[in-house]
């Protein structure tokens, strides 16, 4: 299965600062981002620093779709396992989807259902899941993600009768996959 390296991870982030020097400062001081400076990133197992300059530049309308798909692929270690900081992004990618004027916000909020789906426990009955997708013992951040989601579910459960968001937005099993992460 494909992984992205550490090194890749970092060179994606110095390429995104490289061509978006300015997108940073377009979320300096938006509320749902208080605290993301504050998280030691680069302390999480093949995670780069620039958290925080990725999640800013999610409010700059001209980087924004850009920062959206180097911070998901920051944030996951393939396509089918999150990324020990995910956890600890959450709770920002859920602000910011709650937020009608982010402008990726739709973008976010169908990463949060991969993250909702993603973090389901894995059926350790089922060899195959397990050859797939890896136990849970050995990917914490499934438990993690659910603990956020938990924390943050009134934030969910808003977010889901949001009438802001385009119709069909939130199909029933999405819907369905998110509440489920709450619990």
């Not at 061509?19 to 509320?31: L, Q, S, T």
């Not at 001209?62 to 709770?91: H, I, K, T, Y």
Request: charged share 25%; hydrophobic share 45%.
């Amino acid at each position: 299965m494909c992984r992205i390296t550490a090194a890749g991870k970092e060179a994606a982030v110095a390429r995104f600062l490289r061509d978006f020097p300015e997108a940073p400062r377009a979320g300096r001081d938006h509320p749902a981002l208080r605290g993301c400076d504050d998280i030691t990133w680069a302390d999480f197992p093949e995670c780069p620093a620039g958290i925080p300059a990725l999640l800013r530049s999610l409010l700059d309308p001209a980087a924004a779709a850009e920062a959206e798909r180097v911070l998901c692929n920051v944030l996951m270690d393939s396509a089918f396992n999150l990324g020990p900081a995910m956890p600890a992004a959450l709770p920002f990618l859920l602000r910011l989807a709650a937020d009608p004027a982010v402008p990726v916000r739709t973008e976010l909020i169908e990463v949060l259902f991969v993250v909702a789906e993603l973090s389901h426990p894995v059926d350790g009955c089922s060899e195959r899941a397990i050859r797939f997708l890896g136990s849970d013992r050995d990917h914490p951040e499934r438990a993690r993600c659910r603990a956020v989601f938990s924390e943050h579910a009134a934030l969910v459960r808003g977010l889901l009768d949001d009438r802001t968001l385009p119709d069909g937005l939130i199909p029933a099993d999405e819907r369905a996959s998110l509440l489920k992460a709450t619990v």
